[in-house]
């Protein structure tokens, strides 16, 4: 690797920490391109070299402290299989059915960020979807390719990716939901949410009676907070 590379790259993770600083301290609408390059002490037209936009910066900054989530390492290290399936689908019904009750409310300012940005240009959106695609989209797929050789579920439609989609926003809707104090709408029998959450999708991307019950049982019995391991998949 060149010199000029490693300034590059060493210049680029200069402009994410001064950036991290700033978002952490005045927000996404609060923070400008301007004060993170004077945070990083370069000038604004460098930064863009790096980062063509505000919303490119910010959604960089999520998918490096994605890929640092040891949690998430121990999901994406998980062998393709029905049970790494039914794992994956738990786990995201939990995140964001979650999502109100953290202290700091950053995934929830996330969330109203995803919002706004669907309701004007898109562009935040659409980087996070392929973050977040390019991410967990592959370990899905294959997991339910697996399911279906197991004969623990059908085929559907020829893009299992979508799948992957529908299940994300069948549960960030849920989360939209009851985002604010007054939630929108109170889902009934509160308690049993998170399963009748996680059997609608599971039923949805094909997987059968029988897997669903035998799985399901096993991924619900611990706590809410106990982290996903690698181990028994």
Known sequence: MSSLRMTSDLRRQLILGAARRCFARYGFAGTTTKSIAAAASISEGLLFKHFPTKSALY????????????ALHRLLKLEPSTRALVVLIREMVRHFLHVSDVPDQQEAQRLRLMVTS???????ARLIYEKIGDLIGPVFTASLEQAVAAGDASRIG???LNLFWFAHHTVLMAALARLPSVPCLSYANATDLERQVCEFI???????ETAVASHLDRELSPDPGQPVTAEGA
Do not use: K, M, S, T
């Open 202 to 208: 599971l039923r949805g991307i094909g997987l059968n």
């Open 59 to 70: 959604a960089e900054i999520l998918a490096e402290e994605c890929e640092a989530d040891p």
């Open 118 to 124: 669907h309701l004007d240009d898109g562009e935040f």
């Open 158 to 160: 020829r893009e299992p």
